[in-house]
């Protein structure tokens, strides 16, 4: 069965940095292309970030310059650096995979950026 389990998440001032962590399982992680998403309270769900099997990145314009995906395949790990984070970026915080019929989530896990 595909799982996604996630970790790193927190609470971090405004300028500072934090990782989050995805640890896939179920699936040829090597294979398919990973995605980061976030919700904050009241706003629509909103794609950050993809990494595709090759390598190939794509950002939302908001976390360009600041925030970088990697993925392990040996781990079969993905990974969320934030650096320099904003207010704006306080959100719940979901790994993803999708497949032809059927997309799988992490748990999802909250980063909160205080002043």
């Known amino acids: 069965q595909v799982q996604l389990v996630q970790s790193g998440g927190g609470l971090v001032q405004v300028g500072g940095s934090l990782r989050l962590s995805c640890a896939a399982s179920?699936?040829?992680?090597?294979?398919?292309?990973m995605a980061w998403y976030r919700q904050a309270p009241g706003k629509q769900r909103e794609l950050v970030t993809t990494?595709?099997?090759?390598?190939?990145?794509t950002y939302v314009d908001s976390v360009k310059g600041r925030f970088t995906i990697s993925r392990d395949n040996a781990k079969n790990m993905v990974y969320l650096q934030m650096n320099s984070l904003k207010p704006e970026d306080t959100a719940v915080y979901y790994c993803n995979v999708k497949f032809r019929d059927v997309e799988f989530w992490g748990q999802g896990t909250q980063v909160t950026v205080f002043s």
């Open positions: 179920g699936y040829i992680f090597s294979s398919k292309t």
């Open positions: 990494i595709a099997s090759g390598g190939t990145t």
